[in-house]
């Protein structure tokens, strides 16, 4: 029988709600919400203030009738450690008792405050022995315990606790992608509040992911420095805004981005990116499309689209679907 999950993730800026139904490999998106996040709630993906976040929430909720109880949330830090690693062909079990009880070989934490996970991405050799190729996750329990608490004095229940390159890779994954025209090897740029977060997904796989320190709010800050709004004439303005934006794009993302493809085409030999996917609320600031796109040479485009996403009549969802893909993903890897 189908069920209701709802999606929570809660940016610096705006928090994302959603409730759809899972059935078979299609989504039904029933309602969403796209909400202000109170100020010095969050912090780097740190919430130190439950409260406001628990009442903004709840009014929505109770305001459009949410009915889902079972929650799926995604999580976002720069303190969140994601590692490559090279292990013995051993079953899963045993991977996992290694990591408990000699976590420093393989990750810089101390065992006690990080929830640790693994996936087998596959098959390395080393000294002509074939191995497991693993990717180790670390989320801080300051990260991860906070917010199941928040869901919990929702009177929610938290299902999955997740990251974003997780939940992209259930988006673009061979077996549960939600977009069929996706390329094999291919890069999302997720544009957030205060940092943008560049996964590259190969092979089904998200096998890297680095956030940038650039987003929408530096973005704002320097459209205000320049005084734009006090020009006169519209063509002026933009001509204007995209002389000193794109400088700005391409110093703090395009050469984020390009280190970011150094380091992926010399340590991984899964080929070349062939599309770059652009989410998040900086996805729509004017002409990025084409500033990326250029600098970089790589087809680029806006994510707003899934094959296997459908919604209810009158919610306009396709209009805000890039704020929501980390969720729709999570959801849809259940």
């Known amino acids: 029988m189908a069920r209701s999950i709802m999606g929570l993730e ?6 994302k709600i959603i409730e759809a139904v899972k059935k078979g490999a299609t989504l039904m998106v029933q309602k969403f919400s796209l909400i202000e996040t109170p100020s ?39 303190n969140i450690i994601i590692r490559n690693a090279i292990m013995d062909k051993q079953p899963e079990k045993v991977i996992r008792q290694l990591l408990e009880v000699k976590t420093e070989d393989y990750l810089p934490v101390e065992r006690g405050q990080y929830q640790i996970d693994f996936k087998i991405t596959g098959d390395a050799e080393e000294e002509g022995e074939i191995k ?54 291919i890069l999302v740029l997720d544009i957030g509040g205060k940092s943008t977060t560049a996964t590259v997904i190969a092979d089904s ?10 987003g929408v709010e530096s973005i704002n800050e320097i459209i205000q420095e320049a005084h ?13 805004l995209a002389s000193i934006i794109r400088p700005q794009i391409e110093y703090n993302i395009v050469s984020e981005v390009e280190r970011i493809l150094q380091f992926y085409y010399s340590s991984y030999g899964s080929g070349m990116i062939k599309k770059i996917y652009l989410i998040g609320g900086g996805a729509n600031i004017k002409g990025i499309r084409g500033y990326i796109r250029d600098a970089l040479n790589i087809p680029t485009e806006k994510l707003s689209k899934f094959d296997t996403v459908i919604e209810n009549p009158n919610i306009q969802f396709e209009d805000y679907a890039r704020f929501f893909v980390n969720i729709l993903g999570a959801i849809n890897g259940l």
């Open 10 to 15: 809660i940016g610096s800026n705006n928090i």
């Open 205 to 214: 796989s998200a096998i890297l992911t680095r956030m940038i320190d650039f």
């Open 228 to 240: 734009v709004n006090e020009m006169t004439g519209t063509e002026m303005q933009e001509e204007y």
């Open 132 to 185: 497991n190729k693993l990717l180790l996750v670390a989320a801080p329990n300051t990260v991860i315990l906070p917010m199941a608490s928040l869901i919990k004095s929702l009177k929610l229940t938290p299902i999955l606790i997740t990251i974003p390159s997780e939940a992209l890779e259930n988006v673009f994954n061979s077996q549960t992608r939600m977009i069929y025209e996706a390329t094999k090897n």
């Open 40 to 78: 010095d709630c969050i912090n780097n993906g740190v919430i130190s203030n439950i409260e406001p976040l628990r009442k903004v929430i709840d009014q929505e909720i109770k305001a459009k009738k949410y009915k889902a109880k079972q929650v799926v949330a995604i999580v976002q830090s720069s």
